[in-house]
């Protein structure tokens, strides 16, 4: 499976962006999806993650309320729309895939896309 992400950007906080991924091969609906970020400096970090078929949701404390993960399997696409966004949410963000038993532990995911950076300014 490869992954590309993509919808990043500048915005002002306060504001909205919709990050995408999206995926090659016919088997993206066997696997879970996250999305990770990393700062400058910071260790990647988790943000969110949907079950295979999209019935389970997790997020960081952080984003809860805020973010919300998505997919469509038909489609080969997952989503993080994120709201409010906060100059604490600049990063760079990846997504990811995987046969997942837990969701935010970024060594269990197989397959990452190449990241889009997100910057929040003040």
């Known amino acids: 499976v490869q992954l590309q992400a993509s919808g990043g950007g500048l915005v002002q906080a306060g504001g909205s962006l919709r990050l995408s991924c999206t995926a090659s091969?016919?088997?993206?609906?066997?696997?879970?999806a996250g999305w990770f970020r990393q700062s400058p400096g910071k260790e990647r970090e988790f943000v969110a993650a949907?079950?295979?078929?999209?019935?389970?949701?997790y997020y960081t404390d952080s984003v809860k309320g805020r973010f919300t993960i998505s997919r469509d399997n038909a489609k080969n696409t997952v989503w993080l729309h994120m709201n409010s966004l906060k100059p604490e949410d600049t990063a760079v963000y990846y997504c990811?895939?995987?046969?997942?038993?837990?969701?935010?532990?970024?060594?269990?995911?197989?397959?990452w896309g190449q990241g889009t950076l997100v910057t929040v300014s003040s």
């Open positions: 949907i079950t295979s078929k999209g019935g389970s949701t």
């Open positions: 990811a895939a995987g046969l997942i038993h837990v969701y935010d532990n970024l060594n269990e995911y197989n397959y």
């Open positions: 091969g016919r088997t993206f609906s066997r696997y879970a």
